[in-house]
């Protein structure tokens, strides 16, 4: 009886299967409506369609002397060896015919004698952590803009940046309205940065966190004056609040011993920038760049780079660059700095100097058949070179993917 | 046609400038905020 009551039951859960198969077997027979992409993979404007896919690799090697590095004789100048391995990749994104997405993920690996020597004052612990020798240190960076109509784009951007010492969070607002059927654009962005990080003293002993806040306003106006060239002029307005040194660097004092930098608590800075871009009528293209900086520290800089850039065949471009840059030092800025002064610096940064980067690369763009449309590929090389002894070698390679 | 360069190439070399001259920053960009690692 048991036996006959299961078959029972089998044969009727294999009729209401049956049952079911031949009427979705009837109703796709009959014409019914077949399932849209829409119903099967969600709302179109919610399906991520991936644009482009790119990565970078650059390694910087630095030499040079500065007086605010403890690498060195007592008063300087100490060494600024240092050496970063900087994977970067890139993702954008489209989602509907209105939003885009931009993904961007920095990494920097650096290993800096600077940071390093100032654990020589202390046994067995490590100044800035780990950090001192080899410093792991990334960033999330995510920017979606919104087509509002045709001609009017709004961005929202948010990140963080992470390393041992540091914490970053920022976040900020873009718009840009196109005139003239799209001739001229008037853009204009905010962004707001507050960094965390750890204070220590010179001598490496930490003391606790300190911070500072970096505000930014942009405006900038592009303009299409010919078929074959661009230009753009922006102005930008930043301000800073808070610890804005990295609190470890010394400057050299009159007594003969070292002291701590004193900086100002704020600093207001202006720059001016214009770009052009023209097309050359034998495949090349020509890129020219200047800038004016000033700020309230008494740094004066004036930047001017070009770019050139011309087609060797049609998968295959070479680019080669100059940037001269000049600025006057901080008014505070000194190498042996009186005990009197209530302001003090001895980074070389902040120096007076003339700096000049060259450099190329070789481009190749593959157009593909299939998902892939186009490979890029690229190598480049580039030497910085400054007047206060510090120079930089970098090597650059890219891959990236168009889809 | 682009006028500041690939994204990441520009990226890149503008870090660079952010933390080696002191007259660096301001072009769309904070001046001096953010990464401290270079």
């Excluded at chain 1, 470890?248 to 701590?260: C, F, I, R």
């Excluded at chain 2, 920053?25 to 401290?36: E, N, S």
């Amino acid at each position: 009886m048991r036996e006959r009551g299961t078959i029972s039951i089998l044969r009727t859960a294999l009729a209401v299967v049956l049952a079911a198969i031949s009427s979705d077997a009837f109703a796709d027979g009959q014409g019914a409506r077949p399932r849209s992409d829409e119903e099967i993979l969600g709302r179109p404007g919610r399906a991520l369609h991936v644009e482009s896919v790119d990565t970078r690799v650059t390694a910087f090697e630095q030499h040079g002397y500065g007086y605010q590095s403890q690498a060195g004789p007592l008063l300087g100048p100490g060494s600024e060896y240092l050496t970063v391995l900087e994977p970067q990749m890139e993702v954008v994104a489209t989602q509907g015919d209105r939003l885009r997405h931009r993904l961007y993920v920095p990494l920097d690996i650096v290993t800096a004698a600077s940071p390093d020597a100032v654990d020589k004052h202390r046994d067995k612990v490590d100044a800035i952590s780990s950090a001192s020798r080899q410093n792991y240190a990334g960033t999330l960076d995510w920017t979606a803009t919104y087509k509002l109509d045709a001609a009017t784009d709004a961005s929202m951007r948010a990140g963080l940046h992470l390393e041992e010492p540091f914490r970053s969070w920022h976040g900020g607002l873009s718009a840009s309205h196109a005139f003239a059927d799209g001739a001229t654009v008037l853009s204009g962005t905010l962004l707001q940065v507050y960094d965390w990080f750890d204070h220590f003293d010179i001598l490496g002993f930490r003391s606790g966190r300190t911070a500072r806040s970096t505000s930014t306003g942009s405006v900038a106006l592009t303009q299409i004056l010919t078929p074959t060239t661009m230009v753009n002029l922006s102005y930008g307005l930043t301000v800073q609040r808070g610890m804005l040194g990295n609190t470890w660097n010394v400057v050299p004092l009159e007594s003969g011993k070292l002291g701590p930098e004193l900086l100002p608590t704020t600093r207001v800075r202006h720059a001016l920038v214009g770009r052009a871009a023209q097309f050359l009528p034998w495949n090349g293209a020509l890129k020219v760049y200047y800038r004016a900086y000033v700020d309230d520290w008494g740094i004066v800089g004036h930047s001017a780079e070009v770019t050139l850039t011309q087609r060797l065949a049609p998968i295959v471009y070479l680019s080669a660059l100059y940037r001269f840059h000049r600025q006057t030092g901080a008014d505070f800025f000194t190498t042996l700095a009186p005990l009197t002064w209530d302001l003090r610096t001895a980074d070389s940064d902040l120096a007076r100097l003339d700096s000049q980067t060259i450099g190329g690369k070789v481009v190749f763009d593959v157009p593909l058949d299939g998902e892939i449309r186009l490979l890029h590929v690229d190598f480049g090389y580039e030497r910085y070179f400054r007047t206060n002894d510090l120079t930089m070698n970098m090597l650059t390679w890219a891959t990236g993917y168009r889809f | 046609m682009s006028l500041s360069g690939e994204p990441l190439d520009a990226a890149r070399r503008q870090k660079l400038y952010d933390t080696r001259e002191g007259a660096a920053g301001g072009d769309g960009t904070p001046a001096g905020g953010g990464c401290g690692c270079q």
